[in-house]
């Protein structure tokens, strides 16, 4: 089964008779297959509540279609009436009885007082709703299992790599997982070129290094080199088992794979999240950007949309990884999102059952443009009633998925696809740049160690980039959209700047092929802090004898007030300068309340005032002649002459913060448990 941990839930103390304390026992140890056998096997005096658990032990193991009978017949006291009906939907819905499902939710949604759950009740019926149209979409995708590789047990979580196919399979030494009561799970490659396997070399990744015996492994990411592997493992060489599952990063060094570590973003690392939360929280499905730079993967993490949701975190050159943000709302809900993959074209491909579908997981990609997000079923025959999830591209148009369909050869098994759109070409936006800085003689240098990040309109982070010694830095992006770079590194101003994608978009009908990469560029330049630097703001000019500020110094001013807010370690005096007219007495007055204005300005835009000092300068410092040689008047001199400067007076020290990819993993000592398939 899939690589995700099973989320052991609380329960209430069932009667005293021995099956019912032994069912109570495994229920609570996470051996779920042992709770099925023993309700089922035994005697319970509540057969309501038996009915419950069995229920709960199928759903917690991905097993729903088989929970449908036991929920229909669950209760007794203690047991949540809302939950029980709405799995009990939800199972309907896997066995593709949608018109029960519908009838199940709407009775839910008229009498709970659950709103959360309300919400996701409604959320599902009106997928439900829109399910004729989804099944009447047209549809140029083929499947096919992979019969060769597939086996009775379980194998999903395809990756190409090298002529190489890797996967998650339960077959092995035949250790037995009681979660579930099947084999434990490893990491297995066959040789392949494109979908034509090899079976003769199918292989395990090492025991003792990458594979365990009395551990799930599975889920591989590799950086585009091949050479950093992410992957997820159960924390417990325990027999018996435990409850939590953390990713892990190996490197191949020498011609093997060295000892991994657990990478310094799992939950289990956050001191802020309380030990309950800790206890039951996982990562696990991790995926790898096109560049290697950015770490995808699902997490039941506290602080997310409900049950599992998707996040990403950034890699440094260490192979460390920081800035762990969730996907948003827009692609996680209250459901399970899970086996993100950002394929070759861009898109973010990834599972959920929370988001309209087939029922239980189903495959969607996400698509931007203009700066909008739009969730996209694949549709029939990528996806069916059963679990579709764990896709991988190998080319734009044809890969690998794992599907537990009717048909396969055994529980997860894995599919190839083919897509035969005569319409489709893939055109890729990427922005190329570099940071530079300026030295003495105003000549540009590249500046190295850069964090550079990029924001879209709402100011929210698409993705981070740290610059190596070359200054280069790359993001993708997308046509008609409108962004900030923003650059930081210690002893600079952090510099942020527009950029912008309309206008520069091609019309894909008019390419010849499939795959289609642009490449725009820019460059990002930091000044160094320095204390009684001078900075030329650009277009703050006052009218003549006017100290009001301008449309456009107040657009200006706005900028600068975001400079401010980025850099909330310095103080700067601004300086305002007159043109020659009115004697220097009157200029004086004139640029001190120009200054004065400005600094005001400032203060309305949230910036405290202790870190302003306004200063008039009059005509004394010109930097541009205010008559002609002749005598005559300069016009254009004057105007430059009334401008405002801003200089650095004082840089504070700020307390640095722990980062994320400064935490030291080496002084933690992890123990745990098991890794499993998992919905809520």
Not at 187 to 203: E, S
Not at 631 to 653: C, S, W
Request: net charge neutral; aromatic share 12%.
């Amino acid at each position: 089964m899939r690589l995700l941990i099973v989320w052991i839930v609380g329960m209430g103390v069932l009667a005293s008779c021995s099956v019912e304390k032994k069912a109570t026992k495994a229920f609570r140890s996470g051996k779920y297959q042992n709770v099925i056998s023993l309700y089922k096997n035994g005697k319970p005096k509540d057969q309501a509540k038996a009915n419950y658990y069995i229920a709960e032990s199928y759903r917690l193991t991905n097993r729903l279609k088989e929970a449908e009978p036991y929920y229909a017949k669950a209760g007794g006291a203690g047991v949540d009436k809302d939950s029980v009906q709405f799995y009990y939907a939800q199972a309907l819905k896997a066995n593709t009885k949608y018109d029960e499902s519908r009838q199940q939710l709407d009775e839910l949604i008229k009498r709970s007082s659950n709103e959360k759950l309300k919400a996701r009740a409604n959320n599902e019926y009106e997928g439900l709703a829109n399910l004729a149209s989804l099944k009447e979409r047209s549809s140029y995708y083929k499947v096919k299992n992979l019969e060769l590789l597939n086996t009775p047990g379980s194998e999903y979580a395809p990756v190409y790599l090298n002529n190489e196919l890797y996967f998650t399979s339960s077959r092995g030494n035949g250790k037995i997982y009681e979660a579930e009561g099947k084999p434990y799970t490893g990491i297995f490659k066959v040789a392949t070129r494109g979908a034509n396997v090899d079976v003769a070399t199918i292989q395990p990744l090492p025991y003792g290094i990458i594979n365990d015996e009395f551990r799930n492994v599975g889920c591989p990411a590799f950086t585009p080199d091949g050479r950093t592997m992410v992957f997820a493992k159960g924390n417990t060489s325990k027999k018996k088992g435990g409850a939590d599952v953390d990713l892990f990063r190996t490197q191949f060094r020498s011609g093997a794979w060295n000892e991994p570590v657990p990478v310094n973003i799992n939950t289990q690392f956050k001191d802020e999240y309380d030990a309950v939360a800790r206890k039951n929280s996982w990562d696990s499905s991790p995926s790898f950007s096109p560049d290697g730079r950015t770490l995808y993967f699902a997490s039941n993490r506290p602080g997310g949309y409900g049950g599992t949701d998707l996040y990403s975190a950034s890699m440094d050159s260490r192979g460390r990884f920081s800035r762990v943000r969730n996907l948003g709302p827009d692609i996680n809900t209250s459901g399970n999102e899970m086996f993100p993959y950002v394929a070759e074209d861009g898109k973010l491909y990834f599972a959920s059952d929370g988001h309209p579908g087939f029922g239980g997981l189903d495959l969607y990609a996400v698509k931007r443009a203009s700066g909008k997000t739009t969730i996209e079923n694949l549709g029939e025959p990528m996806n069916s009633n059963a679990d579709d999830f764990g896709i991988f591209l190998f080319r734009p148009d044809r890969g690998f998925f794992t599907s537990n369909r009717e048909g396969g050869k055994g529980d997860d098994d894995i599919y190839t696809f083919v897509n035969e759109d005569p319409n489709l070409k893939v055109v890729n936006y990427y922005l190329a740049g570099i940071t530079y800085t300026p030295d003495s003689d105003s000549s540009l240098q590249i500046l190295p160690n850069t964090r550079v990040s990029l924001l879209d309109a709402n100011g929210e982070v698409m993705q981070d980039y740290v610059t190596g010694n070359d200054g280069k830095f790359l993001f993708r992006v997308y046509e008609n959209e409108d962004y900030n770079l923003v650059g930081e590194t210690d002893g600079y101003l952090v510099k942020r700047q527009e950029y912008t994608t309309r206008g520069k978009s091609v019309n894909p009908s008019t390419l010849k092929d499939l795959i289609t990469n642009i490449t725009l560029d820019t460059l990002v330049v930091l000044d160094k802090i320095e204390i009684n630097k001078v900075f030329v703001l650009e277009n703050i000019y006052f009218g003549f004898d006017s100290a009001n500020i301008r449309p456009d110094a107040a657009r200006e001013l706005d900028k600068l007030a975001q400079l401010l807010i980025d850099n909330p370690e310095i103080k700067i005096e601004m300086g305002s300068h007159t043109d020659s007219v009115a004697s220097n007495a009157y200029n004086y007055e004139l640029s001190k309340r120009r200054a004065e204005a400005t600094v005001s300005y400032l203060i309305k835009k949230g910036i405290a005032p202790d870190r302003l000092t306004a200063r008039g300068y009059g005509e004394e410092f010109p930097i541009a002649r205010n008559t002609n040689p002749d005598g005559t008047d300069n016009p254009e001199g004057r105007a430059r002459n009334r401008r405002t400067e801003f200089k650095i007076i004082e840089v504070g020290v700020m307390p640095k913060p722990l980062l994320e990819d400064e935490f030291d993993e080496d002084k933690y000592f992890r123990k745990g448990g098991e890794i499993k398939k998992g919905n809520d």
